[in-house]
C-alpha cells in the first residue's frame, strides 16, 4: 500500500471514529428521553439530573479545568488547518469544519442551560458537575439491575441490535480487550479520569458489545459507542493485518476522543438530518463504512455543506443486511 492509500485509510478511520463518538454524543442529550417513563418509575429526579449531566458532559470542554489538560478549543482548532504537526491537519474534514462544528455544539448546549437549570458561572458550573457525579451513584444505587436493562434496552432501540449481544455494568470502569495505550501525559490524565469504557469483544463465536460506565448515562453512553464500533468493523476488516496495525495505531487515541466528542454530535445531529425515512441508522452506517475512503470523504462533506445532495447520495448507498459476528 502506498502513502497516499494508507492517508486515506488513516484519514477514514478518524471519520468513522468521529462518526462512532458523535452517535453517542448526540445520544446523551436524547436517549434518557426514550425511556422517560421507566426512569420516573424508578425515581422522578433521574431524568432531570440526567439532561443536566448531558449538558455539562459537552460545555465542560471550554471551562478552565479540560482546557488547563487539554488545551482552549478555538485555538486547538484554528491551528488543525494552519499547524502541520497538528493531529488533524492531514484530515481535510476535521481540519476545516472542526471548529464550526465544535462552536455549533457548544451553542445548541448554552441554549439549553436555562430550561434544563444548568449554571454557565464558572465556579457554578464546576461545583455542580462535582454534585452530578456524587449524587446520581447515589439515587441510582436501589435501581442498579433495573438501570442496567434500561441502558441495554437504550442502546437495542437506537441500533436494532439484539440485547444479548450487549453487556453492561454500572461500575468503575477497568480495561477489557485491548489495553488503552498511554502515549503522553494528557492521555494519561484522560485515562485516569475515565467515568466510562465502552467496545467490542469476542466471545466464542461471536463479537459482543461491552460497556461499564460509573452512572446510567455513562454506561448507556459506551453501549451506544461500542454497538456503533462493532458496526463500523466494516471499515476496517479488508485491510491486511499490517496496515489495520498502522491505521489503529495512528487514530484509535485516547487524547482524540474529547475533540470528537466536541464536534462529533452536531456532525451526526446533521447526517440524521438527511438520513433516508424508513432507513435503519445502524444499516445506514455500515454501508457509510464500506465506502472507500475518497467517497465516504465526499459524502460527509455534503451532510456538511449540501444537506440535500447528501440526502440523495444516502439513498443510493448500497443495502447491508447483518452486524458483523465475529470470526
Same mark, same amino acid.
Given at each position: 500500500?502506498?502513502?497516499?492509500?494508507?492517508?486515506?485509510?488513516?484519514?477514514?478511520?478518524?471519520?468513522?471514529?468521529?462518526?462512532?463518538?458523535? /452517535? %453517542?454524543?448526540?445520544? =446523551?442529550?436524547?436517549?434518557?428521553? @426514550?425511556?422517560? +417513563?421507566e426512569l420516573d418509575t424508578l425515581d422522578p429526579r433521574l431524568l432531570r439530573l440526567y439532561?443536566?449531566?448531558?449538558?455539562?458532559?459537552l460545555l465542560q470542554y471550554w471551562h478552565l479545568d479540560a482546557a488547563v489538560i487539554l488545551g482552549w478549543p478555538p485555538r486547538f482548532w484554528k491551528?488543525?488547518?494552519?499547524?502541520?504537526?497538528?493531529?488533524?491537519?492531514?484530515?481535510?474534514?476535521?481540519?476545516?469544519?472542526?471548529?464550526?462544528?465544535?462552536?455549533a455544539g457548544r451553542q445548541r448546549a448554552l441554549d439549553r442551560c436555562k430550561e434544563k437549570g444548568v449554571a454557565r458561572l464558572p465556579i457554578v458550573f464546576a461545583l455542580q458537575m462535582l454534585y452530578l457525579m456524587f449524587r446520581l451513584p447515589a439515587i441510582e444505587a436501589p435501581h442498579r439491575l433495573d438501570l442496567?436493562?434500561?441502558?441495554?434496552?437504550? /442502546? %437495542?432501540?437506537?441500533? =436494532?441490535?439484539?440485547?444479548?449481544? @450487549?453487556?453492561? +455494568?454500572?461500575?468503575?470502569?477497568?480495561?477489557?480487550?485491548?489495553?488503552?495505550?498511554?502515549?503522553?501525559?494528557?492521555?494519561?490524565?484522560?485515562?485516569?479520569?475515565?467515568?466510562?469504557?465502552?467496545?467490542?469483544?469476542?466471545?466464542?463465536?461471536?463479537?459482543?458489545?461491552?460497556?461499564?460506565?460509573?452512572?446510567?448515562?455513562?454506561?448507556?453512553?459506551?453501549?451506544?459507542?461500542?454497538?456503533?464500533?462493532?458496526?463500523?468493523?466494516?471499515?476496517?476488516?479488508?485491510?491486511?493485518?499490517?496496515?489495520?496495525?498502522q491505521v489503529v495505531d495512528a487514530t484509535d487515541r485516547i487524547e482524540y476522543e474529547p475533540w470528537m466528542?466536541?464536534?462529533?454530535?452536531e456532525l451526526w445531529r446533521r447526517l440524521l438530518s438527511v438520513v433516508p425515512d424508513g432507513r435503519p441508522l445502524a444499516e445506514v452506517l455500515m454501508c457509510m463504512a464500506r465506502l472507500p475512503a475518497k467517497s465516504l470523504e465526499s459524502l460527509m462533506l455534503a451532510v456538511i455543506e449540501q444537506p440535500e445532495?447528501?440526502?440523495?447520495?444516502?439513498?443510493?448507498?448500497?443495502?447491508?443486511?447483518?452486524?458483523?459476528?465475529?470470526?
Open positions: 500500500m502506498s502513502d497516499e492509500e494508507l492517508r486515506g485509510e488513516i484519514n477514514k478511520r478518524l471519520t468513522l471514529n468521529w462518526l462512532i463518538q458523535g /452517535a %453517542s454524543q448526540h445520544a =446523551g442529550m436524547t436517549f434518557h428521553h @426514550l425511556v422517560r +417513563d439532561d443536566q449531566l448531558a449538558l455539562v458532559g491551528r488543525a488547518g494552519s499547524d502541520p504537526g497538528h493531529p488533524f491537519f492531514a484530515h481535510p474534514l476535521l481540519s476545516k469544519f472542526g471548529g464550526m462544528l465544535a462552536a442496567v436493562e434500561l441502558a441495554k434496552k437504550s /442502546a %437495542s432501540t437506537i441500533w =436494532g441490535i439484539p440485547i444479548d449481544r @450487549l453487556d453492561g +455494568d454500572l461500575r468503575k470502569p477497568t480495561s477489557f480487550g485491548t489495553p488503552i495505550r498511554i502515549r503522553n501525559f494528557r492521555a494519561g490524565v484522560l485515562r485516569a479520569a475515565t467515568v466510562g469504557l465502552g467496545g467490542v469483544v469476542q466471545r466464542d463465536d461471536s463479537l459482543v458489545v461491552v460497556g461499564r460506565g460509573r452512572n446510567w448515562q455513562f454506561l448507556t453512553h459506551e453501549l451506544v459507542k461500542g454497538t456503533a464500533e462493532l458496526i463500523c468493523l466494516h471499515g476496517l476488516n479488508n485491510l491486511s493485518d499490517e496496515t489495520y496495525r466528542l466536541q464536534t462529533g454530535g445532495w447528501a440526502r440523495e447520495l444516502l439513498a443510493n448507498v448500497g443495502d447491508a443486511t447483518e452486524l458483523p459476528a465475529g470470526d
